[in-house]
């Protein structure tokens, strides 16, 4: 019974990996702020098919546990959703469409400066690039990359 669970979890991760390219569950291995590696606690990013919709999570690992530090479930055709942070308290909105062969996510919420993000995944599907852009409110753009392996 457990391996047929397996087998089906598994079979499923792939069908929703064969429609979308950025579906998958995604370990943060290098990070770089404005042109400066950053370390970071471990990150991953979790992007399930829901429906219609993606389920996107981004989940930190902090003393050993993973703690779901925000979330939100939008279609990929750039419609507004709730961002929530993992104590279910709405952060924000996001809206993600295509925009070519990559993603782009736009996060806005009251308080925060808007980021926008291009994320691109790699041609053999094991690598996805995340580069975002913000102004903070003093006037300074900073640019961001984070590299992620499919796991």
Same mark, same amino acid.
């Not at 806005?108 to 808007?114: D, H, K, L, Q, V």
């Given at each position: 019974m457990l391996l047929r669970a397996a087998t089906l979890l598994i079979l499923a991760t792939s069908l929703a990996r064969a429609d979308e390219p950025i579906a998958g569950k995604w370990l943060l291995k290098h990070q770089e702020v404005a042109g400066k590696e950053t370390a970071s606690n471990p990150l991953t990013l979790a992007i399930t098919r829901a429906g219609k919709s993606f389920d996107f999570a981004f989940i930190v690992t902090v003393n050993e546990k993973p703690v779901v530090s925000l979330k939100f479930t939008t279609p990929l055709d750039g419609t507004e959703a709730e961002v929530t942070g993992g104590d279910g308290k709405k952060m924000g909105t996001a809206r993600v469409s295509r925009d070519g062969g990559s993603y782009k996510v736009l996060m806005?919420?009251?308080?925060?400066?808007?980021? &926008? &993000?291009h994320m691109t995944v790699s041609p053999d599907g094991n690598t996805l690039t995340s580069e975002s852009d913000v102004t903070t409110p003093s006037g300074v753009n900073v640019h961001t990359e984070q590299i992620f392996s499919l796991q």
């Open positions: 806005e919420g009251s308080g925060r400066p808007a980021v &926008t &993000t």
